[in-house]
């Protein structure tokens, strides 16, 4: 299996997930959704890194709502540092936006990927990667990591 075809199964089990999240306790939701995301992002530091595309080919999302806001209950809510390398205050992230904001990130590189246009699929996946969601992902692993072993 080529890296980005791990990727794409990768992709569509953290949708599952998100889809079907809330059916879970807290406890399995909290540890499922640190294994997906840890996987998700594995396999998208291994995209290719993005690159010129020139043409697009245009692709619809389908018209399916955004997927389903997963509750974290009280660990939704976090502190972090937005940015390691530069002193600032403390910010406040949360679980639930995080995870949808990587699944909204996904959407597009999926619908040209499901269409046949791997080359843009990528192009979304590897861009988005570097330029946002990524950094939700390291972002929700912090704070999953923590929630799932709160006695530390």
């Known amino acids: 299996m080529t890296d980005i075809d791990q990727f ?3 992709a569509r089990s953290f949708r599952a997930f998100m889809r079907a999240a809330n059916d879970l306790d807290l406890e399995a ?3 499922e959704a640190r294994t997906h995301v840890l996987v998700l992002y594995a396999a998208g ?5 993005w690159f010129e595309l020139g043409v697009r080919d245009k692709v619809s999302l389908p ?5 389903a806001l997963v509750g974290f209950g009280k660990h939704d809510f976090y502190w972090e540092v937005f940015d390691p390398y530069q002193e600032a205050p403390l910010v406040g992230g949360a679980l639930s936006d995080d995870l949808g904001d990587i699944a909204a990130d996904l959407a597009l ?3 040209y990927w ?8 990528v192009w ?5 990667f570097d330029a946002h969601w990524g950094d939700h992902a390291v972002d929700a692993l912090r704070a999953l ?7 530390r």
Do not use: I, Y
């Open 63 to 67: 018209d399916e709502p955004r997927e």
């Open 45 to 49: 530091t291994k995209l290719p890194h």
């Open 124 to 128: 979304e996946w590897s861009f988005h």
């Open 114 to 121: 499901d269409a046949g246009f791997s080359d843009q699929a």
């Open 145 to 151: 990591h923590r929630a799932c072993n709160p006695t």
């Open 109 to 111: 590189g999926m619908a």
């Open 8 to 10: 794409v199964t990768a």
């Open 29 to 31: 939701r909290l540890r």
